[in-house]
C-alpha cells in the first residue's frame, strides 16, 4: 500500500496500478507465510514437551528434595514459595499455548484447503476453455457432435 502511495505521489493519481490486490497472499509471501506457521507450531508444541518434562505432567510440587547441591553434602528440603499461583499460571500458560496450536493448525488446514480450492477452479476453467481429445481415439463421433452443435445426437459404432 505504501509502494501504491509513492507511485501515485511521483506519477499523478490517474497512474494505473502497481498491483491489482495489496492485501492478498500470493507466490512467495503464501509460502513464507505457511512456513511461519509451521515454525510457530513446532515451537509451541517443543514448549509444551518442554514444560511437561521440566515439571512432570505439569504439576508443581510444594517441596523438592535437592540432593548432591554444592556446597551441601546432605539432601535438603527445598519448598517452592506460592505454588499454587505458580501451578495456577502454568495451567493457564498450558492453555493459551493448547488453544495456540489448535488455531494454527486450523489456519493451517484453511490456508492450504483455500489454495486447493483456488487451484481446482483454475484447472476446471482451463479444462473447460480448451477441450482436448486423444489423437490416439479412432471414434469421431464427438466432432460430430461439436459440429451439428448439439442440435442432433450421433452414435459412435466401432
Not at 498491483?19 to 514448549?47: A, C, P, Q, R, V
Not at 477441450?131 to 459412435?156: G, I, M, P, W
Given at each position: 500500500?505504501?509502494?501504491?502511495?509513492?507511485?501515485?505521489?511521483?506519477?499523478?493519481?490517474?497512474?494505473?496500478?502497481?498491483y491489482?490486490?495489496t492485501?492478498?497472499?500470493?507466490?512467495?509471501?503464501?509460502?513464507?507465510?505457511?512456513?511461519?506457521?509451521?515454525?510457530?507450531?513446532?515451537?509451541?508444541?517443543?514448549?509444551?514437551?518442554?514444560?511437561?518434562?521440566?515439571?512432570?505432567?505439569?504439576d508443581?510440587?510444594?517441596?523438592?528434595?535437592?540432593?548432591?547441591?554444592?556446597?551441601?553434602?546432605n539432601?535438603?528440603?527445598?519448598?517452592?514459595?506460592?505454588?499454587?499461583?505458580?501451578?495456577?499460571?502454568t495451567?493457564?500458560?498450558?492453555g493459551a499455548?493448547?488453544?495456540?496450536?489448535?488455531?494454527?493448525?486450523?489456519?493451517?488446514?484453511?490456508?492450504?484447503f483455500?489454495r486447493?480450492?483456488?487451484?481446482?477452479?483454475?484447472w476446471?476453467?482451463?479444462t473447460?476453455?480448451?477441450?482436448?481429445?486423444s489423437?490416439?481415439?479412432?471414434?469421431?463421433?464427438?466432432?460430430?457432435?461439436?459440429?451439428?452443435?448439439?442440435?442432433?445426437?450421433?452414435?459412435?459404432?466401432?
Amino acid at each position: 500500500e505504501d509502494r501504491e502511495k509513492k507511485n501515485r505521489e511521483k506519477n499523478g493519481e490517474n497512474c494505473p496500478k502497481l498491483y491489482s490486490n495489496t492485501g492478498k497472499k500470493h507466490g512467495g509471501l503464501w509460502w513464507t507465510y505457511l512456513l511461519s506457521l509451521f515454525f510457530k507450531l513446532i515451537i509451541e508444541i517443543l514448549f509444551l514437551y518442554l514444560l511437561h518434562k521440566m515439571w512432570d505432567s505439569f504439576d508443581l510440587p510444594r517441596l523438592v528434595k535437592c540432593s548432591n547441591v554444592d556446597p551441601c553434602p546432605n539432601t535438603v528440603d527445598c519448598y517452592i514459595a506460592r505454588p499454587t499461583e505458580k501451578r495456577v499460571f502454568t495451567y493457564f500458560m498450558v492453555g493459551a499455548s493448547a488453544i495456540c496450536i489448535v488455531l494454527t493448525v486450523c489456519e493451517i488446514f484453511y490456508l492450504i484447503f483455500k489454495r486447493v480450492v483456488q487451484s481446482a477452479r483454475k484447472w476446471k476453467k482451463s479444462t473447460k476453455r480448451s477441450v482436448s481429445y486423444s489423437k490416439a481415439s479412432t471414434c469421431r463421433c464427438h466432432l460430430k457432435a461439436e459440429e451439428k452443435d448439439n442440435k442432433s445426437q450421433t452414435r459412435c459404432v466401432t
